[in-house]
């Protein structure tokens, strides 16, 4: 018997058809080997981006998780600050309640002010001396020069003595209002001497703002009165 149990004698085209069949399971069992080794990188391949897509998948958990804190925090925080701006809000409008208040009290206690002054009278370059009555002075200039004498609660002089020896103004406080006006109706016919009104600072600030207005009113003929901290020119108020 030959190689691989071959009987002596047989057909040969037996033997080309087994040779030709052996040949192509050997062809086909090496071409499945290449297959079966060509497999494994895929697999490999396949593995590590398994790997990959759970550990991607596992951050994207953390991340879902901390945008799901983040968004509840800013929830807290936006709820904070509509409460802030409320508060805000608040806080600006009672400051402005107040604020509104304040001026109309500030006004009040101006108007109480140039009322308690309405009383009262300057009068200026009244010749100064030591030991002097100041009250009996004003009464003996306006006795004389208007031919009546009102009636007054007080008389003294304003400020420290200058340095250069000008008298200081007298401030005079009458008894009655409608002699003081009399005063001021009269003061032209005084002479000597000169009368302002007491004003208080903010309108004697005010008065010289407008000293210029009052100038050009009066050389055009109209009649400028200052009055309350105002203004008026012909009786209409001025407004600047």
């Known amino acids: 018997m030959s190689k691989r149990g071959k009987k002596q004698g047989s057909d040969p085209e037996e033997e080309s058809f ?5 040949g192509k399971l050997e062809d086909l069992c090496s071409d499945i080997e290449e297959l079966r080794k060509g497999q ?10 398994q790997v990959k897509a759970d550990k991607n ?21 936006n709820g904070e ?8 809000d608040e806080l600006t409008a009672s400051i402005q309640s107040h604020a509104t208040k304040m001026e109309a009290l500030y006004e009040r206690v101006l108007g109480l002010e140039r009322y308690s002054r309405g009383y ?3 009068f200026h370059n009244v010749p100064e001396s030591s030991q002097e009555d100041c009250l009996k002075k004003i009464k003996d200039k306006l006795a004389a020069q ?9 008389a003294h002089r ?17 008894l009655y209002r409608p002699e003081r006006f009399q005063v001021i109706r009269n003061r032209r016919d005084l002479s000597g001497i000169w009368v302002t009104e007491d004003l208080i600072y903010e309108d004697r600030l005010r008065k010289k703002q407008v000293k210029d207005v009052m100038k050009s009113a009066y050389e055009a003929g109209k009649k400028p009165r200052f009055r309350q901290g105002k203004l008026y020119i012909d009786g209409v108020l001025h407004e600047g």
């Open 146 to 154: 208007l031919g009546w004498e009102p009636e007054l609660e007080n």
């Open 81 to 88: 600050v509509y409460n802030a701006q409320k508060r805000v």
């Open 18 to 22: 087994e040779s030709f069949v052996r």
């Open 57 to 77: 998948s596992t951050t994207l958990d953390d991340l879902k998780t901390k945008f799901d804190y983040l968004e509840q925090k800013y929830e807290v925080l």
């Open 158 to 174: 304003e400020g420290n003595i200058r340095a250069d020896r000008k008298p200081r103004p007298i401030l005079c406080k009458f």
């Open 40 to 49: 494994t990188k895929p697999l490999t391949d396949v593995e590590k981006l």
């Open 120 to 122: 009262n009278l300057r």
